[in-house]
Each structure stands twice: as structure tokens, then as C-alpha cells.
């Protein structure tokens, strides 16, 4: 590369990390000529045989759609905001293509949908988010736009070079003067202390606030560098103590939002000692304003103390990214109003990096989730009868790393608890009297899990010395369906001596459900005996039957609406099955059906409830299930009937899928969604899934 390309891609380089956007230049066949800052997910999907096309169709039409000069802005397929300017170099026509940023919360929000379970889950996850651009405004592409402004080519025959070792005079535009943005002052201030570290091997003389300006400036870049290589925690962790640090503080935590409320990821000084319960949504309508001015919202402890003092101030600034809170940053005791504009200015800066990471560490963690899920089905699947109750004990343990567990189970005559299973237990729980009355019994009835770091921060009294204990941190978790309380599963003493965490109660959020069906039908079993299981199974098929399901049905809509959980019904229907009765006899077609409940069994999960409907149709109750998931799940059953091999000829199957929702709430609406969506897949040529759309007609789901 010579002297003047150099120049060239370090300008262009310069525009992009400045800004905080990504630069692309293409010539007219689309080929990349300069890539500065570009977004990770553009690189991944620009490389794939699947969506390049899709790529092709936004930033590949952009040489044309801007051969009159005119600059054109558009939103891409993938949620990210572009703006397309035609450049020269040398007499050569280029476009440049500036942005590649989400600027909608949304958008951001979809994207991470598509890439945890949607149709980017094939991406690589650490190479997918490697370098996702988020910003709230777009000033930050109308700057980078400005500075490139000047080899803007206004026609097909514009020569003006490409050339940084000229100064081009850029040509008046009639677009109305942009007002400065507080973001752009903010951007401004930070490229001060950027510009304040180049210059100063040029600056012998300095003052002592332009040296501090200068340290600060170097140590925020070496931040930035340090957060790319650390896990979302970590990361989290080194963003405090680096404001700690610099601004003389105290005591800090960094929360994060989990659904709309904020849960602790890290703290620093007294904070991390005490546990810290915020009592706002995050969404609150006065910490937005807050952070859009730059100051705190303060927040006070409803606790008085003998002396009638009230308790501590926590003063809180939030992280928005794309217009969103994402996140917050509690500093103890109140915070002057000179360091509170620092906190603010760094907020921003900060939070979509971590941002980043935090997304990074979902999609890691989702798939992890779903490993774990499966393991622990297959594992379900293996248990005997006889020792169900310490093997699903066992299972579960091993999956949240826990030494010791106990499955404590509820008495509906007295509505008290006992222990059906306990592992390395250091005493009898058996034979303890009143056990799990001080926490079990509460969780139990409220329906909530909880999670516990220490115990004697709490105000329980903990277990006597003789339990031996290596940890104060337990997790407690209710075994529901529907209103029906089980029993709850214990978990302390973890392997590695960390405390619990919400990562665990994620995991048991996974395999709960898998749990309660195995401990339901173990129960039924063991009250009922072999006549009532009997009267809920069909005979033929080993499967659940109507009469079960349609309990189960109620239940599980209740569940879904109290809990805004995702809920959906598969009704499948062997093809043509008369004729197949007709033509090979009724022993043969009881044979079919035999063989479809088999794989029904092999490919659902364990938390899914298959019955055999009536004749030849099935219905499959999917808990926690989307209609897109329940789609996918219902293709491969389509194909994996399609391809098993039947005594007698092919069989194949149409499936109609409903799922729970304002509309659809009553075990009759969903039954009659799904029957309606049945009915069109018979329609289609059989042999094919169809959705029900929610608006009295269906459509077919396509899984690649």
C-alpha cells in the first residue's frame, strides 16, 4: 500500500473510531475498497450464503441509487441505520457507506431475539457481537458524513480526489445547520482528551490541568481496551473501580436490568457487602430524565433508625443505549454536582460497550441453558420408578453444581412439608421435625424461587453447627403446575464455594418444568395406583389421554396468563389414515399410530405433554413455547415421520399449531385455533405445518 493509500484508510479509520460509526467504501460491483470500524453483525451476515443477498439488496444497491450525487439514508434488513454519500478518488466513482448502527431499542432488541433463538442462531456468538455500533441519535453519522464530505461527488462526471494531503473546500450544502446536540458536546469533550494524548509529545510546556486532562484521557483508552478482553461481569466489575479510582469514591454498584427491574452484577467498597434492593422499575420516567440532564436520581432507604435518622442515599445514574436503560450506576451518599456531570459523561461512553458484553454473555448463556435442558431430559428419561424421587434430586444438583439438595414435598390433607429425597446431607432431614418451615413453606406459598448469597444478611437464623454448612448461600425453588403446589427443591453448598446466583435460577427456570411433569406423573402414580393412571392413559399408545390433556390445558393457560409466559398446542393428524386402515386392516393402522406416539416421545421435550386426541390425531401441550419455537418443534416431527419407516407404506402427518394470547385464552379457543390451522395444513397438500395467525386464518411456516 503507498504512501497515499495509508494516508487515505487512516483518515478513514479516524472518522469511524471517532464517531463511534463504521465506514465502508465500495466501488460500483460492490467489492469492499476500505472497511474501518465496521459492525460485526454486517461482517457476519455480508459473509453468508443465506443473507448476503439480503445485504446486497440495501448497501449493494447504494452506487446506483447515489449515481445523481444525491446522499440516501435507509434502515437495512438487519435494524441498522445507514447514510450512503458518493465519493471519488482519482477520478474513480466510490460510495461510501456510513453508519451501520442501531438507533432504536427495538431494533436492538429484535436483533438479539433473532441471534439467541431466531435466524441468526447459527452465528458464532463471540464473533457475531464482536463489534455491535448502538447509538441514540444520528448525529454521529452526520459528523462522520461532514468530515467526508469534501471528496462527496455531486454527479457522475465529479472528479474530485480522494486525497488527505489536500484541503478541499467542502461544497455548501442546502440542508438546514444542524444544532449541537448534547451528545455532540459530550463527543467533543472526549475528543479533547483524546487530541490532549497526541499532542503532547508536541507540547513541552503543559499546565497541570492539561497533564490530569491528558492521564485521564490515556487511562479511559486503556478502559476501553481492557473491557473487549474480560467477561460481561468482570467488565462490569473493572468500569467501577476505574471510576473509583478517578473520581475519589467510595462505594459502587453496577446494576443490571432484568426485565424492568435491576439486579446487582458488581459492587466495590460497603456495597459489596450489603445487598442492595431497588425499588423502582427501570423503566422510570424520573431516572430517564435524570440521565438526559446529567445528574442522579436519588434514591433513600425507607429505614429509621432508634435515633430517627433515616437510611443511606444511593444516587443513581443510568446507561442508556439506543434511547433504552440498560443498565445503572449506584454510587453511595450523595454526589457533587462537578462529579455527577463526570459520572454522567462516562455512563454513556461506557454503557454500550458493556452493553456488548452483556449480549455476548445472553447468547452464550442461552445456549447453554438449552444444553443443560436437554441433558437433563435425557437424564429424565433414564430414571427408574423405584428411585425417581434421589435421582431427579441428583440430576438436578449436579446441573446447579450443588454438594447438597433435598426434595421436600407437600401434604394436601395438612398442607405441611416432607422430606422425599435429600443428598449429602450431614443429618437426617428425614426424621427433622418442622423442616423447611423457614424458608421452604414461604417459597412454596408464594410461588417464587429465591436465591440467597448470605443467609445471616437476612435475618435468618442459621442451621446449627452440627449441619456443617461450608456456605451461608442456598437456593430455594417451588415445583408448581398451574395452581397446584408440589413441593420445593433445595440447593446449598456449592462445589466451588461460590454463592448461588440468578445464572442458577435460570437453569432451574429451564428445567423446571421438565421437573414438575416428571414428579406430577410420578405422583399420580403412586396415589392413584395402576387403575387411575390407567384412566388418564391410552391404552394403545402409551400416551396421555384427551381427559388428562384437557386438565392440563386449563392449567397451563392459567400459568401462562398469570406468569406472561408463551404457551402453544399442536394438534397432528396422520394423512389419509382411513385409507391406510382400509387397505392393510385395523391391526396394522393401530401399528402406525404406535409408531408415531414412539416418535413423539423421542423428539419432545421433557416438559411437553403428547396425548393421543381420538382416532388418528394427537395433541402436544408445549409450556414456555412460543408459536415460532412451536413451529420448529412440529417440522421436525413432520420430517422425522416423514422419513421412519412404516410396515406397510409412507406415512406423513399435517400439522395446525395456536398459541396462548389475549385472544386466544380458553381452552376451547386454543383447541379450535389449532384444529382451524390443522385444517388448512389438510388443505395445503398435507404433509406440512401452518400457524394460526391469530386473525381467523393461518400460514405456513417454512423451517430452513
Request: proline share 3%.
Amino acid at each position: 500500500m503507498g504512501t497515499e493509500a495509508v494516508k487515505k484508510q487512516k483518515m478513514l479509520d479516524r472518522v469511524a473510531d471517532e464517531n463511534g460509526v463504521a465506514v465502508v467504501v465500495l466501488d460500483q460491483n460492490y467489492h469492499e475498497v476500505s472497511v474501518s470500524n465496521n459492525n460485526s453483525i454486517c461482517r457476519a451476515l455480508t459473509a453468508s450464503p443465506e443473507f448476503a443477498p439480503k445485504c446486497a439488496a440495501y448497501c449493494g444497491m447504494a452506487f446506483r441509487n447515489t449515481a445523481g450525487g444525491e446522499a440516501i439514508e435507509y434502515e437495512c434488513h438487519a435494524g441498522l441505520v445507514c447514510k450512503a454519500i458518493p465519493v471519488t478518488d482519482r477520478g474513480k466513482r466510490f460510495v461510501a457507506i456510513i453508519g451501520r448502527t442501531f438507533m432504536a431499542a427495538e431494533k436492538y432488541r429484535q436483533a438479539t431475539d433473532r441471534a439467541i433463538s431466531g435466524d441468526w442462531a447459527d452465528f458464532p456468538p463471540n464473533e457475531f457481537f464482536e463489534n455491535v455500533l448502538m447509538t441514540s441519535t444520528d448525529s454521529n453519522i452526520e459528523k462522520a458524513v461532514g468530515e467526508l464530505s469534501k471528496f462527496r461527488a455531486e454527479a457522475a462526471d465529479d472528479v474530485r480526489d480522494l486525497d488527505t494531503s489536500k484541503e478541499v473546500e467542502p461544497k455548501k450544502s442546502a440542508e438546514p445547520v444542524r444544532v449541537e446536540s448534547q451528545t455532540d458536546q459530550i463527543d467533543q469533550q472526549f475528543k479533547k482528551l483524546n487530541e490532549a494524548v497526541q499532542s503532547q509529545a508536541e507540547t513541552p510546556k503543559r499546565s497541570p490541568r492539561q497533564d490530569r486532562r491528558t492521564a485521564e484521557a490515556a487511562k479511559l483508552r486503556a478502559l476501553y481496551g481492557k473491557l473487549t478482553k474480560l467477561k460481561y461481569a468482570d467488565a462490569c466489575l473493572a468500569a467501577l473501580e476505574f471510576l473509583t479510582a478517578g473520581l475519589d469514591l467510595e462505594s459502587l454498584v453496577w446494576l443490571e436490568r432484568k426485565d424492568n427491574r435491576f439486579i446487582t452484577t458488581a459492587a466495590t467498597g460497603t456495597l459489596r457487602e450489603i445487598p442492595i434492593k431497588i425499588g423502582i422499575p427501570a423503566d422510570n420516567q424520573r431516572l430517564m430524565t435524570a440521565s438526559q440532564q446529567e445528574r442522579p436520581l436519588e434514591l433513600r432507604e425507607r429505614i429509621i433508625d432508634d435515633e430517627g435518622r433515616i437510611g443511606r442515599t444511593l444516587s443513581l445514574f443510568a446507561t442508556l443505549v439506543g434511547g433504552d436503560i440498560r443498565s445503572a450506576i449506584g454510587v453511595e451518599g450523595h454526589v457533587d454536582e462537578a462529579k455527577a456531570r463526570d459520572i454522567a459523561l462516562f455512563c454513556r461512553r461506557i454503557g454500550p460497550q458493556i452493553e456488548i458484553l452483556r449480549l455476548r454473555r445472553e447468547v452464550s448463556d442461552r445456549e447453554w441453558l438449552n444444553r443443560a435442558a436437554t441433558r437433563f431430559n435425557e437424564s429424565l428419561k433414564r430414571i427408574d420408578t423405584e428411585d425417581f424421587w434421589t435421582h431427579v434430586t441428583q440430576v438436578s444438583a449436579e446441573l446447579v453444581q450443588s454438594e447438597r439438595a433435598s426434595l421436600l414435598i407437600c401434604d394436601e390433607q395438612s398442607e405441611n412439608l416432607y422430606t422425599k429425597a435429600a443428598i449429602g446431607s450431614k443429618v437426617d432431614l428425614f426424621g427433622a421435625i418442622g423442616v423447611g418451615d423457614a424458608v421452604s413453606k414461604l417459597v412454596l406459598d408464594e410461588g417464587d424461587p429465591v436465591v440467597v448469597e448470605d443467609i445471616r444478611r437476612i435475618g435468618i437464623k442459621p442451621a446449627p453447627a452440627d449441619w456443617r454448612y461450608k456456605t451461608q448461600s442456598f437456593l430455594s425453588y417451588p415445583i408448581l403446575i398451574g395452581e397446584r403446589r408440589i413441593g420445593v427443591m433445595n440447593f446449598t453448598d456449592k462445589v466451588n464455594g461460590d454463592a448461588f446466583s440468578e445464572r442458577d435460577l435460570e437453569l432451574l427456570h429451564a428445567i423446571a418444568p421438565q421437573i414438575a411433569v416428571a414428579i406430577d406423573r410420578t405422583v399420580l402414580k403412586t396415589r392413584a395406583g395402576e387403575l387411575e393412571q390407567l384412566s388418564v392413559t391410552d391404552s394403545l399408545t402409551g400416551l396421555l389421554n384427551r381427559r388428562y390433556l384437557d386438565k392440563r390445558l386449563i392449567e397451563e393457560i392459567q400459568r401462562s396468563k398469570r406468569h406472561r409466559f408463551p404457551m402453544s398446542l399442536m394438534m397432528l393428524d396422520i394423512d389419509n389414515f382411513k385409507s391406510y386402515n382400509d387397505t392393510f386392516g385395523h391391526q396394522a393402522g393401530d401399528a402406525a399410530l404406535k409408531i408415531v406416539a414412539t416418535v413423539l416421545q423421542d423428539i419432545l421435550r421433557g416438559a411437553d405433554v403428547a396425548a393421543r386426541y381420538g382416532g388418528e390425531e394427537f395433541a402436544i401441550l408445549l409450556p414456555q413455547t412460543t408459536s415460532g419455537e412451536a413451529a420448529a418443534i412440529a417440522e421436525r416431527l413432520r420430517q422425522r415421520i416423514e422419513r421412519t419407516e412404516f410396515p406397510k407404506r409412507k406415512v406423513t402427518v399435517s400439522i395446525g399449531i395456536a398459541a396462548c394470547s389475549n385472544e386466544i385464552d380458553t381452552p376451547d379457543d386454543i383447541i379450535g385455533a389449532a384444529d382451524y390451522a390443522l385444517y388448512d395444513a389438510k388443505n395445503n397438500g398435507r404433509n406440512n405445518v401452518q400457524v394460526y395467525d391469530g386473525f381467523g386464518k393461518s400460514f405456513n411456516q417454512k423451517i430452513n
